[in-house]
């Protein structure tokens, strides 16, 4: 683990928010398993690897184009909302460490915000049912970008919004994905890796993480 001291350069925050803030990594993945058993193939680690991170109409078609399905990438999609809707209610919480995390980040007045791959009305929802959606100074979704991460475009646009360089920018991401355009940004990179993606590839990142309640990360931030 890259045990990087403080910072006093880092103005602001950018959370990614699937399997990094919520836990809803494990629920895609049995909304995954779901949508493969009704046409008799079997979700694997592999084509999870290789959706997370994506926006949802490429992680669909990710999953289309693995198992040769015949369905469209909005067949998908709604049969996705339809198994989803019924998880979050009963399933949905914040991964560990997460509100303590913000809490300390308020005591200093450094702006936060999300910067995800979801689509906006689910961000609402989950941020809604988990209670922290008036804590961010703004979102960035699906919606607000052309090209999804890899990508460096999210973070490059959360870095111009905030008003800031990149390089003063502290990004938090669950996936390989999403680190590699927190890195191609130029941005101070932090890797959380969650169980689904312990066996991502987080070279060239600042810091690994070993949740959100790692002491390091409140060093790289001067919380402690």
């Excluded at 209610?89 to 005591?107: H, N, Q, S, T, Y």
Aim: net charge negative.
């Amino acid at each position: 683990m890259n045990q990087s001291g403080g910072t006093s350069t880092i103005v602001a925050v950018a959370f990614d928010l699937d399997g990094l803030m919520v836990n809803t990594e494990e629920l895609y993945t049995e909304v995954g398993g779901v949508l493969l058993a009704r046409r008799g193939k079997q979700v694997t680690r592999e084509l999870l690897d290789n959706m997370m991170g994506r926006q949802s109409s490429a992680a669909l078609q990710v999953m289309i184009d693995w198992h040769h399905l015949d369905d469209s990438v909005e067949q998908l999609q709604q049969e996705t909302d339809e198994i989803f809707s019924g998880l979050l209610e009963e399933r949905l919480a914040p991964m560990p460490g997460l509100l303590p995390l913000l809490d300390k980040i308020e005591k200093r007045d450094i702006p936060k915000a999300v910067t995800t791959s979801s689509r906006r009305y689910f961000v609402d929802r989950v941020l809604e049912l988990v209670g922290i959606a008036d804590r961010f100074q703004f979102f960035l979704t699906a919606e607000d970008i052309v090209n999804g991460k890899p990508s460096p475009e999210i973070y490059q646009k959360a870095a111009q919004q905030f008003e800031i360089e990149p390089a003063v920018l502290l990004v938090l991401e669950d996936s390989e994905i999403g680190c590699r355009a927190a890195m191609s940004a130029g941005a101070y990179t932090v890797a959380v890796p969650g169980i689904h993606s312990q066996n991502h590839n987080f070279s060239g990142v600042q810091l690994v993480a070993t949740s959100l309640a790692d002491p390091a990360i409140d060093r790289a931030l001067n919380l402690s």
